[in-house]
């Protein structure tokens, strides 16, 4: 699976960004995420949604984000989405997307949510988000 990460620009402190990603070669697998990295830091997770042997799915955030970020995919689970408002200066870094093929496994082995870079097998290369004050 190869992602194609897009959408990231420069934009004010309370504006809006709405990155995509696109995966070609196959389709999405158990948990898709978004994550990022600001220069200095480690990788975090912001949002993900695993999928429950397709009897239903789970959306985690991360406090930083709730409320303001949104996670989505289409139902061709091709193209991914991060939708973000109300942007603040410490949400710009470089923004990833993830597919993962290793949720059940690790749903069995009481890992509580989607959030862990070990449970992705694809990434994309990354799209730059910038914040003005």
């Known amino acids: 699976v190869q992602l194609q990460a897009s959408g990231g620009g420069l934009v004010q402190a309370g504006g809006s960004l709405r990155l995509s990603c696109v995966a070609s070669?196959?389709?999405?697998?158990?948990?898709i995420g978004w994550f990022r990295q600001a220069p200095g830091k480690e990788r975090e997770g912001i949002s993900c949604?695993?999928?429950?042997?397709?009897?239903?799915?789970?959306?985690w955030y991360a406090d930083s984000v709730k409320g303001r970020f949104t996670i989505s995919a289409d139902n061709a689970k091709t193209t991914m989405y991060l939708e973000m408002n109300n942007l603040r200066p410490e949400d710009a870094a470089v923004y990833y997307c993830a597919v993962g093929s290793l949720w059940a496994t690790a749903k069995a082995m009481g890992v509580p949510t989607c959030n862990y870079t070990s449970l992705y097998d694809y990434w994309g290369q990354g799209t730059q988000v910038t914040v003005s004050s």
């Open positions: 070669g196959s389709t999405f697998d158990e948990v």
């Open positions: 949604i695993a999928d429950n042997d397709g009897s239903d799915s789970e959306t």
